[in-house]
């Protein structure tokens, strides 16, 4: 049985710091090349590797994570 | 209402009041001529008799940011300390200027500046009247002159505070402080109850219901535009408080030709002068500022167009005579006659004063 | 590009930001350790479900905006005064749960006594002391925790010991006052950090509910504007420079100083 999670992001309020990128064990998030309405370039999944850890919504200092997991 | 009669010093009569007004706390720190307000308060111990919190801080900077602390949470609370200790607390009461918050500050002033001395003085009515910390505020000032008024006023204060929100002081000098008079006590008024609080103070911070987003007490706004709407709000307030809570009284002004102008201690004295003056066939009178801020301008503008002249009497270099020369607008000389550094003038100095400086000038 | 978007389905949540805390955007940096040290409190807060008793005491410095961010009554106080403040109401209201937010200049420099007397008296608050060792709202001075070397923008040359001083560890000087409950040093730069940083909030904020006197809570964090660092970097930083001077762990718990192993 194998985990699947996903992350939402709140692209604008998220500003960029790149803190839940060194916090996820999946290399999942990276910074998108596009920017939100305040300039900042925002955090976004590349992949589906996600196991739903929730580990970058707990670092996150802006709080604009939100994590889902499932079982498959 | 029972009226019970007591022999105290006014100090005392400031404690005894804060107990028997419903007061919920009082912090304060030790300092000459003002000491037993708090000695009093804690040999009595209030805790025991109607729940309210007597706590000795480790300063005045202290005591007045814990009155903001239990005023932001809707609590009738307290300090009192003399000159110097006041001046530490002009920081704590311009942010419960700003932030609208209701409170006493009593105010037993001694001589200045620095450390000064201890002995009464009148010096410090520019600081209480003018703001005195930083940016435009106001007190309401009442000025009390016996050991009577300094417990009644100690229930108006909670009237004024809470109707305007706003910081009241009661601005009294060494020698009401500490003089023993007689003085009559009434019944002891209940203290607010959670649910009183929550009527009367909507905008305390006593915990966050779900019926209501949560309550914000701040002195800070970023905005300027903002911020000077707010500024224009409390100018309104204190316009509000000329218009309808001045205080004063008159003695002996239906046929006076000379005015003296005094409050507290100074208006004693000066109550003796007239006496003194009436006997020498002169028509003197005095008008006595109840309230300090706001001050009876209008009054003594109506009084300068009967008179001659008017001498204010206060034991400083000359303070609340610039209000009067303000309110009288040259329309008769006004002079100013003081004692300061802690000497009290006697009747007949500030007899002779009026004489030489007004009657025969 | 999108990925897993199937699973995302309320059944399926794991976390989300608390309702403790507002919609508004935080004023931070981006990376500053205080967004982070404010949802974990307001986390305790509503697993606690004490939201409608705790009041919050916003000092000034960078997070003097904090009662626009915690959804509890709060007030904000003058520089250094809130654990005053906070005494007050706590003296007032014996069943709440006042607390103050403070960073290192307004609780270790200007309000150095009113701290110390808080805590001396044992009052029944709990203290959430950010230390970054810098001033950051004023534009990166130099705090009493600035390290020494460590430039600001006060010690431009490095924090000269002859010239300005040791940095101050006051969280072990409170840690000696009988008044003081539990005292701990945590940080918030990693997800395991969050979580530990947690539970000693959520003690802090039970040893209050047990009247069991004050609760004190230091954050090591990172100020990468300050530092002039990329958030990441700060962190890592803050775990080689500040970790050896303030090193995380409890100090005291239920009054009784925690006994290191030599």
Redesign the interface.
Known sequence: MAIKGAIVVDTERCKGCGVCITACPKDVIALAKNVNGKGYNYAEMVNGDCIGCAGCAIVCPDGVITVYKQQV | MAKELKLMKGNEAIAEAAIRSGCDGYFGYPITPQSEVMEYLMLEKPWEKTGMVVLQAESETSSINMVYGGAGAGKKVMTSSSSPGISLMQEGLTYLAGAELPCLVVNVVRGGPGLGTIQPSQADYFQATKGGGHGDYQLYVLAPASVQEMYDFVFDAWDIAFKYRNPVMILSDGAIGQVMEKLYVGDYVPRWTDEQIRKIAPWATFGKPTTRDHNIITSLELDSAKQELHNLKLQAKYREMEKNDVRYEEINCEDAEYLFVAYGSSARIAQKAIQLGREKGLKVGLLRPITLFPFPTKRLAELSKKVKGMLSVEMSAGQMVMDVRLATENRCKVEHYGRFGGMIPTPHEVLEAMETKIINA | ?????E???PE???????KV??DA??H?????????IH?IIAEVIEEMGI?????C??PVGCS??A??Y?????????HG?AP??????Q???PD?HVFTYQGDGDLAAIGT??TI?ACNRGENIVIIFVNNGIYGMTGGQMAPTTLIGMKTATCPYGRDVQLNGYPLQITELLAELPGTCYVTRQS????AA??KAKKAVQMAFENQKNKKGTSFVEFVSNC?SGWKM???AA?KWMEENMFPKYPVGDIKVNGEKVIKNA
């Open positions: 590009m999108t990925f897993n978007q699973i995302i389905k399926n949540l794991v976390y989300t930001k608390t805390l507002t955007v935080m931070y940096c981006p990376g500053c350790g205080h967004g982070r949802r939201q409608d008793k705790a009041i005491i916003a003097v905006l009662y626009n915690f959804e509890v009554d709060s007030q904000g106080a003058a005064r005053a403040i906070a005494t007050a109401i003296r007032l209201y709440h006594a009113e007397h918030v730069h990693t997800p969050v979580r990468n990329s958030a990441p962190n």
